[in-house]
């Protein structure tokens, strides 16, 4: 297989599994028309994420890196967790196959999509409407990116500009 | 740990008398067949009596069988060697949505150059209509190119049918039957093929190693120029080991085709029986008129590759087409022809079983399969907010 030992071990028994009552803060990222989506789920104590749930369909990589980012954010502050990234993700995990290089980039977006969540709520702002989920969903921009690399394409090119390998381009949605 | 293997759609086993002959001749043969000498003559030998194993095989002459490195170079041989041929008489090309990558590429690359092609869609089982295909076809069209058995959903097209209408309006037919030849009876005659691409590996031959039937006075030009090998449609030296193995498959395949597709038949309905024990499983592809030995269906709120991956774990081999575990990121095309949706085309997984498998090993791999989707689905957000509602 293409993975590493630390993604596979993650993948078999990923941790942080399931849903939590009354979340401080919630991230959900991707859509099952790219192929994975990610839920993670925060409780803040003292300015810390006292308690972390994840959710996702996806591939073998998805699973390993929501179990990897969760574990990485459990007990830091909301500062430190701010400062997770795709890359740290991915090292952590001993690295992934490029062509799977985005499910990586789900995880710290989840991540800090449920903080900036919490963020959110603690200044009083409106609440995400339970519907706002859906229009997430389907207002997927229409964009072009290299699986392979996973480099954002300046416009619709067939051919990565960095690596040369064919892209994606999303628009079946 | 024991294997268990399921994914005879990407590459069968090699039949121990195959892998026996092929020992044999590697053994004993080098020469060259185009030597004037007395090992070559035994190298030519060797090559024509595989030729017409293969040959009777799917009903045909040993003259107008054409050997290559596989079922990509067949398909690729048919539609660029055609085309190249042709060019002066037009440049309209049908095919259809679902064909494998070595067709729709093969395809690309050609309107680059200028050439127009209709692709046909097909119905919810992913059959192509014959009537579409007579409509699409104008004066300019050189090649309807319309494969036999797809490889992902195993529904049977109405090759005949077509045959029939492109041989009245006199426009050369080419079928990719990679994944039918040497499974189940193919005449190329009843099929009213002009170019018929098999491979191999398909019945229990060689990886590596194809053929392309070429009916006699199709214009065809070859891809890969050279020596005079293969009458001139192929030249390189042959892959000699390979091809005495694709012999030797064929030979196989032909006398023994009744039984193994009553084996394989047998196989394909006990797993359908034991896929309904799952909820939320659709099977894709048409329901009878289809290969013996493949299954394609969907489970649904869990994602194809972390369950090739979770059976791989237990020795069960088989194979997905989700995005995820595509090189190209996509969604299967040919799930999304037959208008299944890409939530569901991201969980469907193909078993493809083969003359040793057994039906203690369908018990396992329903275990395993049982215990991998509860597992996923535990964590799906799908299935929870289908729960929930």
Known sequence: ?173 | METIYFDHISGTTIHPEVKKTMINYINEHYGNPVSQHQLGDAASAALEAARQQVARLINAQPGEIVFTSGGTESVNHAIKGVAMATHDKGKHIITSNIEHQSVSKSLRMLMRMGYRVTSLSVDKYGVVNPKDVERAITKETVLVTIMHANNEIGTLEPIAEIGKITREKGVIFHTDAIASVGVIPFDVDEMGADLVSMAANQFYGPSGVGALYIRPKTRILPIIEGGMQENGQRAGSENMVGIIGMGKAAELAKREMPERIKHLSQLRQAWIERLTTIEAIDINGHPTNCLPHLVSFSVNFVEGESMILMLDEKGICASTRSACASGSLRASHVLIATGCDYAAAQGTLIFSFGITNTMEELDKAIAVLKDSVVFLRNMSPLYKKRAAS
Do not use: W
């Open chain 1, 1 to 173: 297989m293409q993975y590493s030992e630390i993604v596979m071990e993650h993948f078999k028994n990923p941790h942080n599994i399931g849903t939590m009552e009354n979340p401080d803060g919630v991230g959900q990222v991707g859509n099952p028309v790219c192929g994975d989506m990610m839920k993670i789920m925060i409780k803040v104590k003292d300015d810390k994420i006292d308690d972390i749930k994840f959710e996702t369909f996806g591939c073998g990589a998805a699973i390993a890196v929501s179990s990897m980012v969760t574990d990485m954010a459990k007990g830091k502050t909301i500062e430190e967790a701010m400062h997770i990234t795709n890359k740290s993700v991915a090292d952590q995990l001993g690295g992934l196959p490029k062509n799977k290089m985005h499910c990586s980039n789900l995880g710290a977006d989840a991540l800090h999509k449920a903080i900036q969540d919490y963020l959110d709520r603690k200044e009083g702002r409106v609440r995400r409407r339970p519907d706002e989920e859906l229009e997430h969903i389907s207002s997927h921009d229409k964009h072009c990116y290299c699986p392979y690399c996973d480099y954002d394409q300046p416009e619709q090119v067939a051919h990565c500009v960095r690596c040369g390998k064919p892209t994606v381009e999303h628009d079946h949605d």
